[in-house]
């Protein structure tokens, strides 16, 4: 028996963690380059400090892109937002800081863009992530007509997420198809799964959809795998090369 789909207000096109690799990722100098390169919807990762501010960052360490050191979600907010989330990328963007989900929402929302949220919890406070994230994203985008998906690789987030805002749609992020993972996605209500696009075939795009469930991919890069993906009606592509994929506008 198959599921009527639910109405899908989102792009197809969706830039990965803001611009992909062209500018400092999970910055607001990557969603406004993503945007300038005709992107309307952008995803990012979002983590909690230490006393509980949404910020994006996807590494649980700091190292990798800011000058910071140690785990990211054991810092209080004031320490986080001084650090320098660019100049690891290049000189253009020294200085370029730590976005919170409040700064970006101001953004998304001022310029009618759609987001994906992936709820990218420190290891340990997956649940109260998932709450905390949510009941934020809820507040900022109250009254919005295109609401955030949420989405995480965590069902436990997911999970914190429905509790607190049930009514924001919810997607299952999957890098390999573990052992009774319809079933967790369905359980927790999404509408949708995200996939590593290599799992991504007919036979699991029509399980999906059978499920009355979204398809979307990560992160596609190359115009070869785009055109396959496209060829099965996939609802979202995640792309790094935003320089390479022109979006459709509508």
């Known amino acids: 028996m198959s599921h009527p789909l639910t109405p899908w207000p989102y792009p197809r096109w969706v ?4 611009a992909g690799k062209l500018a400092p990722e999970n910055t607001l100098a ?3 380059l993503g945007a300038a390169h005709g992107y309307r919807m952008a995803e990012c990762d979002v983590k909690l400090s230490a006393d509980g501010v949404p ?15 140690g785990t990211g979600g ?31 929402a101001a953004y998304v929302l001022a ?13 340990g406070v997956e649940l109260h992530t998932g709450r905390v994230v949510a009941e934020a994203a ?20 997911l999970q914190g997420a429905r509790e607190t805002a049930p009514q924001l749609p919810r997607a299952l992020l999957l890098d390999t198809l573990w052992d009774g993972w319809a079933g967790v996605a369905a359980s927790l209500g999404c509408v949708a799964v995200v996939t590593n ?16 469930l979204r398809a979307l991919v990560y992160t596609v890069n190359e115009a070869d795998e785009a055109e396959r ?3 099965l009606d996939i609802d979202g592509i995640i792309t790094d090369a935003v320089d390479r994929f022109a979006p459709a506008r509508g």
């Open 138 to 157: 809820a507040r900022l985008w109250a009254g919005a007509a295109v609401p955030p998906l949420l989405s995480s690789f965590r069902p436990e987030a």
């Open 30 to 32: 990557a969603f406004r």
């Open 74 to 104: 054991d810092r209080p907010w004031a320490e986080l937002s001084r650090l320098d989330a660019g100049g690891w990328h290049s000189r253009g963007y020294a200085g370029e800081p730590l976005p919170t989900l409040d700064a970006v």
């Open 197 to 212: 696009f290599r799992l991504m075939d007919a036979v699991l795009r029509q399980q999906l959809r059978s499920a009355g």
């Open 15 to 18: 830039a990965h963690r803001g």
């Open 229 to 231: 993906l496209l060829a």
């Open 111 to 123: 310029n009618g863009f759609a987001l994906n949220i992936e709820i990218k919890p420190t290891p």
């Open 55 to 69: 910020f994006l960052m996807h590494d649980a360490g700091l190292e990798r892109t800011t000058n910071g050191t």
